[in-house]
């Protein structure tokens, strides 16, 4: 639906021939009045005049006067699928006036309705033009009418057998308009500005554990931030718009995007209820939970961290203090000769229950030089040394490897945590849902795989409650986010191919579920949207569309079986030779745990 200034400019651009020679035959389906009343009649040279129109539909806006909409002329197009039948003309006046009256804008027996005309100049679409001024003087409201108009569309769909389109219930992202998508050609561009602001918005978010995060995020990945602060209390952020450097407005000025404007769950209000500790998902807690991660995982993520710190502290007291800001456990020991030197560390991740206890590691067992004697020693030798390790700097392959299987396990418990709900209470797995993208996101960016970047903006409507509703936090969502956020840490090496396909099989049978919850939640266009993002995750297993069993059937993945795969990644991968058969199997948490803790 849009909004205009003139109604005589549309009409002329309706009777017209089209910017490309599109318009055939234009003439009235329906209107305030019997379609012959209104047709614009042709003079003697054989040419329209519209003056008669344009007097009629203008002359209610005369009694308004100051009190008009800023743009009183209300443009609807109405298209049919291209496998739709052709309708005819009092079809499609049908479907005008059953619009215009759930609309509110001219019910059935309102003589002082708004005026209004549906315009045909296509087999497959018509247009409704009505000035927003009703005959009795009074103003039409016409707020949430978006609304209004897909539940009269939905209507018209099932009562002439139509093709079934998705419900207004803002799960779906923001479109680019059109203005947007023609800027993005003529610059050459792949996708529209607004398309790659979202990807780099829900990207940082799901990397993210707290706002600064997610901003220091979005201007390491080249985005421009905007903050909003409050006028009632001073330094309050309220809100932010992102922009891409190169995208200007005619005014020289960068286009701004609030997050709003880009999906409905990436306000910042929203954002925060994200990363906020008391929803009890493991990210926000800290580096990562304990929690469905293996011990090897859990040692390398502590080193990583106490680096870390390590390398931003210049005192004992400083590194500690550090340690526990980045939400990990900290255990002092203390000398026995005198209680009050301090002569070791130990460090753990949070545990999800009191009663479960934490696995700890002292400096010397992480790496030999963060005991903390070696620790003291560097501090004193070199106070000023300070470097930037990205994620996955200090990870070595088997490491590396580790966090993949780590992640495909914690994808297949939420699995398993989604279909106990699919036969009780198939509404349940709402947060599931959502913290689907944060994986799909984290896992396209870490890996590079244009089919996981499909994937994952293939599902971005799956992922959204309906109405923009927050879920509440629960098991199977909380996997995901560690999932999440062990991708994250692993950075952008190779782990090996067989890592990455391990995962993805994990994805492709979250997906299945997550869709067939969908259909049961009676949520087609998300369940479809689901089932897409699936069919993007089977390319990277099976570019060729060869069927993927053998691929899993036998660990000893050959460089010609791996080769398609390989082919969609910035780096083409080889399986890294050596590795165990014990990394393509699927191992139970606590049974890795043990076997970890036995090395």
Not at 168 to 181: G, L, V
Request: aromatic share 6%; glycine share 6%.
């Amino acid at each position: 639906m849009l909004r205009g200034k003139r109604v005589q400019g549309l009409i002329r651009y309706l009777y017209g021939p089209g910017r490309h020679g599109e318009h055939h035959n234009p003439h009235i389906v329906a209107g305030f009045r019997t379609p012959a009343a209104l047709e614009p009649a042709m003079d003697a040279a054989d040419v329209r005049d519209f003056r008669r129109l344009d007097a009629l539909l203008t002359q209610p806006l005369a009694l308004l006067g100051d009190r008009n909409y800023s743009k009183p002329v209300w443009h609807l197009s109405l298209r049919a699928a291209p496998e739709d039948p052709v309708l005819t003309d009092e079809r499609w006046a049908e479907i005008a006036r059953e619009v215009m009256t759930r609309t509110g804008l001219a019910p059935d027996g309102d003589a002082a309705a708004v005026r209004w005309i549906a315009v045909r100049h296509a087999d497959d679409h018509v247009h409704i033009v009505a000035t927003l001024a009703r005959a009795d003087g009074e103003r039409p409201d016409v707020w949430n009418d978006g609304y209004r108009i897909r539940d009269a569309c939905r209507a018209v769909e099932e009562r002439y057998g139509l093709r079934r389109t998705a419900p207004a219930d803002r799960t779906a992202a923001r479109r680019p308009k059109r203005a947007e998508t023609e800027k993005a050609a003529r610059r050459g561009r792949t996708e529209p500005v607004r398309s790659t602001l979202r990807r780099h918005v829900l990207t940082a978010a799901a990397e993210a554990r707290t706002e600064d995060e997610f901003f220091a995020a979005l201007q390491t990945e080249g985005v421009a931030v905007r903050k909003r602060y409050s006028t009632r209390t001073a330094g309050e952020v309220t809100g932010y718009a992102v922009a891409l450097a190169d995208d200007l407005a005619a005014s020289g000025r960068p286009v701004w995007y609030g997050g709003g404007k880009l999906a409905s769950d990436l306000t910042l209000p929203k954002l925060r209820h994200r990363w906020a500790p008391e929803r009890g998902a493991s990210p926000e807690l800290g580096p990562l939970s304990g929690r469905n991660v293996s011990a090897r995982t859990a040692r390398a993520v502590l080193r990583t961290a106490v680096r870390r710190a390590a390398d931003e502290a210049r005192t004992v007291d400083g590194f500690l203090e550090r340690l526990q800001d980045e939400g990990v456990l900290v255990k002092r020991r203390f000398s026995q000769l005198d209680p009050g030197q301090l002569t070791g560390y130990a460090v753990a991740l949070p545990t999800q229950s009191d009663d479960e206890e934490p696995l700890w590691h002292t400096g010397g067992r992480l790496a030999a030089d963060l005991t903390l004697p070696r620790l003291r020693r560097r501090w004193t030798s070199s106070p000023s040394t300070s470097r930037e390790r990205a994620p996955g700097d200090d990870l070595n392959l088997e490491e590396r490897q580790a966090f993949y299987e780590d992640a495909a396990r914690a994808a297949a418990h939420a699995t398993a945590q989604i279909r106990r709900h699919m036969a009780t209470n198939p509404y349940a797995a709402q947060d599931a849902c959502w913290a689907a993208s944060d994986t799909l996101h984290v896992a396209a960016k870490a890996t590079g795989n244009q089919h996981l970047r499909r994937a994952a903006e293939a599902y971005d409507r799956a992922a959204r409650t309906p109405h923009g509703h927050i879920p509440r936090s629960s098991p199977a969502g909380n996997a995901l986010r560690t999932a999440a956020r062990i991708l994250v840490l692993a950075g952008s090496k190779d782990p090996g191919t067989i890592a990455v396909l391990l995962l993805v099989g994990s994805l492709i049978a979250l997906l299945d579920t997550i869709a067939h919850v969908r259909r049961l939640q009676h949520r087609q266009p998300q369940a479809d949207a689901a089932r897409r993002a699936a069919h993007h995750l089977e390319r990277v297993r099976t570019p060729t569309g060869e069927p993927p069993a053998a691929w899993f059937a036998e660990p000893d993945l050959t460089y010609a079986q791996g080769r398609p795969a390989m082919d969609d990644f910035p780096r083409r991968w080889a399986p890294t030779t050596g590795i165990a058969r014990s990394s393509v199997r699927a191992v139970p948490p606590q049974a890795a745990r043990n076997r970890d803790q036995s090395r």
